[in-house]
């Protein structure tokens, strides 16, 4: 095996915590690619304006956000993160399960807003518990964690892809003129930004056509398996009431999943160092409070700063990218063909998951700051060349590639970089969660205004 004896005999200690949370991380890469391919589908089930509908995704993203704030609340015993977990899972299932049903487009930006909410828990919890498990060893599981979201997100639209309507999926006198404009649309849309669609004339009423529903039901039945194993680890740790047979307290089960025993420690100074970790970790409101800044010093508040900066950008580029890529691509100067230019979303997000993959080993080999120095600069020298190769379709085609590649580990990378340095005892994945979560909103409002001239002058800026 390409890693050491001590981090593979923690792994199969936490082999079960550790593929759980993995398996989580799944459901939330499921969830957040989905909505993109398949919104005008939904617009026709829910008989609403381009306009109206686009709101979705505003509901989604905003409580996404809430919830990686709000998801550091349960962190405090294994059994509040373990429960909040089983019912974020099991809530995204239900959402899927639920959305053919939403015929009204407020009700499904309602269900969304849940599965928002539901991903963020997720999106902290998960990363959070993780840490506290391996602690300076987490970088090459955070690595793995991270793969599960993309192949999560990859996977979802595939999943759609057969259910989609081809032509316009509400008959009406309008239908003809409006479908030769459906292809345009729909990659507009892919993975999760709306664009400028307010010039598309689509039928609201008619009779609905859409076999979409089908695609939901799969990504449900996907991913139930899912919450199953957050109530097997539960029912291992014996916290199901209803199983429970002895009555030992929580804090020893929060013992054991965040189990940390360096080589050069014996057992006696872990478990002195464990109230610690659990200490260090909290939601982003108890971060906040002035008590936690008495004595920091700078270097503290400079840490916390620079990783949620660092993430609030390369995140936010994520969104951003993936979602106006087609439309940059499609316009002048470039002037790609519809059918090329919808290749690309799909391959910005090939290579980041190949690059998450690729990861795993090397963040075995190589440091968190390494990885991340790489990154940035990477990601800074991709945009300079697209920026000097503005008309070549073939470079614009290999800086995608490149841009999936260095983004695709700087996340993981530079959490686990900051939680090292501050020695586990700052806010660190709630601040750095938070923070990617807003440049998220952020850039993609920014950028939104105008997609070809908005994309240059961001690149500039970066460069």
């Known amino acids: 095996m390409w890693w050491d004896e001590r981090v593979s005999a923690r792994f199969q200690r936490n082999l079960q915590p550790t593929l759980t949370y993995w398996s989580v991380f799944f459901s939330f890469g499921l969830c957040i690619a989905f909505l993109g391919p398949t919104l005008l589908d939904l617009r026709c089930q829910t008989q609403s304006s381009l306009s109206q509908i686009t709101w979705v995704f505003f509901s989604q993203q905003f409580c996404l956000l809430l919830g990686s704030c709000l998801g550091g609340v349960f962190k405090r015993t294994l059994a509040q993160s373990l429960f909040a977990l089983f019912a974020s899972s099991l809530a995204i299932s239900l959402v899927f399960a639920i959305i053919p049903l939403c015929h009204n487009v407020v009700v499904l930006a309602v269900v969304m807003a849940v599965a928002g909410l539901a991903m963020g828990c997720i999106d902290t919890i998960s990363n959070m518990q993780l840490v506290k498990i391996y602690q300076k060893d987490s970088a090459i599981f955070l690595q793995a964690l991270h793969f599960f979201v993309g192949f999560g997100a990859l996977l979802s639209p595939l999943i759609a892809d057969p259910f989609l309507s081809d032509t316009n999926c509400i008959l009406s006198n309008a239908t003809a003129n ?6 345009h649309i ?125 993430l609030f950008m390369t995140d936010g580029i994520v969104g951003e990218y993936s979602g106006f890529i087609y439309s940059y691509a499609v316009e002048e100067p470039l002037s790609v063909v519809h059918k090329v230019a919808g290749y690309l979303p799909s391959l910005f997000w090939g290579f980041i998951t190949l690059g998450r993959l690729i990861s795993i080993p090397v963040s075995y080999r190589m440091k968190p700051a390494t990885m991340v120095f790489i990154n940035v600069v990477g990601v800074l020298v991709t945009f300079l060349l697209l920026l000097i190769f503005s008309y070549s379709v073939v470079f ?15 996340f993981p990378s530079m959490l686990a970089y900051t939680e ?13 969660v938070t923070g990617a979560g807003i440049g998220e909103m952020v850039l993609q409002l920014l950028v939104g205004s105008d997609v070809p001239q908005a994309l240059i002058r961001y690149g500039c800026c970066l460069a």
């Open 186 to 310: 729909r990659k507009s849309l892919v993975p999760h930004h709306p664009g400028n669609l307010s010039h598309y004339d689509l039928p609201m009423k008619g009779m609905v056509v859409t076999h979409v529903s089908y695609a939901f039901w799969i990504m449900a039945l996907i991913n139930l398996p899912v919450p199953i194993a957050v109530f097997f680890l539960l029912y291992k740790e014996r916290m199901v009431p209803c199983f429970n047979s002895s009555s030992h307290p929580l804090l020893s089960a929060d013992e054991l999943a965040m189990e940390t025993r360096p080589a050069e420690k014996d057992d006696l100074s872990t478990t002195v160092q464990r109230p610690q970790v659990a200490r260090g970790h909290d939601d982003l409101f108890s971060c906040c409070q002035s008590k936690n800044f008495r004595g920091a010093s700078y270097t503290y508040f400079a840490v916390h700063i620079t990783g949620a900066l660092v």
């Open 396 to 410: 614009l085609f290999v800086g995608t590639a490149c841009l999936g590649l260095f983004l695709s580990s700087t």
């Open 420 to 432: 090292d340095i501050l020695q586990y005892k700052g806010c660190a994945t709630t601040v750095l």
């Open 178 to 183: 409006a479908s030769s404009n459906l292809p």
